[in-house]
């Protein structure tokens, strides 16, 4: 089966920094997509951003719009999400996700991916 792995998750200051990679392995191919999202304690799992591999084509949700930056490395097949001027809304379990077909563009939905990592804590706190 396909492994996704996050890393560079950890505790961070409000206003701070922080950035997240995800590592793919195990997949023959290449993934056409591949997204960050989170989940807060009590809240459904929600889309925060989503990257085409091909053309570099990025969605954010409002949230966290110009505060995020989804960005990619290709030939490591690894999707990064720089943070910055967090806050603690922000806190919350962050999942790397990427699909081997295209998909919808605008903001990415759980459904819509078929690969999932195991989640990296992010906490925002003074």
């Known amino acids: 089966q396909v492994k996704l792995m996050e890393s560079g998750g950890g505790s961070v200051q409000p206003g701070g920094s922080r950035t997240l990679s995800c590592a793919a392995a195990?997949?023959?191919?290449?993934?056409?997509?591949m997204g960050w999202f989170r989940q807060a304690p009590g809240k459904e799992r929600e889309g925060v951003a989503q990257?085409?591999?091909?053309?570099?084509?990025?969605y954010y949700a409002d949230s966290v719009k110009g505060r995020f930056t989804i960005s990619q490395d290709n030939a490591k097949n690894t999707v990064y999400l720089q943070m910055s001027s967090m806050k603690p809304g922000d806190t919350a379990m962050y999942y790397c996700?990427?699909?081997?077909?295209?998909?919808?563009?605008?903001?990415?939905?759980?459904?819509?991916?078929?690969?999932w990592g195991q989640g990296t804590q992010v906490t925002v706190s003074s």
């Open positions: 996700a990427a699909d081997p077909g295209p998909l919808p563009r605008g903001t990415p939905l759980v459904t819509w991916y078929d690969y």
């Open positions: 195990d997949y023959s191919g290449d993934f056409i997509c």
């Open positions: 990257i085409y591999r091909g053309s570099g084509s990025t």
